[in-house]
């Protein structure tokens, strides 16, 4: 990802690969953000009859961090204070770096906030434990002091949806044997494990 990928996925609408691996439109993360402000917003009513808006304070503190942050990067490039929106000077970004060594630094701060925005909007869902299953591996299905469930499940992309079977793992947490692929399903069907939601290819 360059500082232009980064600056679009931030400020536009932009494509995005789903679960299926098709990919759809999905909203700038910014405006996501700003969305994620009032989460209960959502229509009429809504701070009518005496009720106050909820308001997500953490979306809030984030919004202000990016444009804090942003604003000191314009004063160490350029010595402005810039009156303008985020998305505004999102825009004006790479225009901007005056050498390449800029543009390489604000491709990591860009994109910096995009995995911070990515994952406060969508945070990670746990692992799925598999209970009772024995690695293939160290033979055990527990372990530790706390008898922690070796085998866990990795089935959800980045969204918190259910990911293509393809893309689940299966990892021992005790010898950290790892199975990805095809290996996935020849396993839980041998464990005889009920899969989550969807069928196992056949
Ligand atoms: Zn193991």
Redo the contacts with the bound molecule.
């Keep these: 990802m360059t500082l232009r990928d980064n600056v679009h996925r931030l400020v536009n609408e932009h494509l995005k690969l789903g679960p299926t691996g098709k990919p759809h439109m999905v909203s700038a993360l910014l405006a996501e953000l700003r969305d994620a402000v009032t989460p209960g917003n959502s229509g009429a009513g809504d701070g009518a009859g005496g009720l106050p808006i909820p308001i997500n304070p953490d979306a809030v503190e984030m919004l202000a961090r990016v444009e804090r942050e942003l604003k000191s990067e314009y004063w160490e490039m350029l010595a402005i204070v810039w009156p303008a929106s985020l998305e505004e000077l999102l825009l004006q970004l790479p225009s901007g770096a005056p050498d390449a060594a800029w543009e390489a630094y604000l491709d990591h701060v860009t994109l910096d906030w995009v995995d911070k925005i990515t994952t406060f909007l969508w945070p990670v869902k746990p692992r799925r434990k598999l209970f009772g299953k024995t690695?293939?591996?160290?033979?055990?299905a527990v372990h530790g002091e706390d008898r922690a469930v070796?085998?866990t499940l990795g089935c959800w992309d980045t969204e918190g949806e259910l990911a293509k079977i393809g893309d689940w793992n299966i990892r021992?947490e005790?010898?950290?044997?790892a199975w990805s692929g095809n290996e996935v399903a020849w396993l839980l069907r041998a464990f005889d494990t009920p899969e989550p939601k969807v069928a196992l290819p056949s």
């Design positions: 690695c293939p591996s160290c033979s055990q070796c085998l021992c005790a010898c950290e044997a």
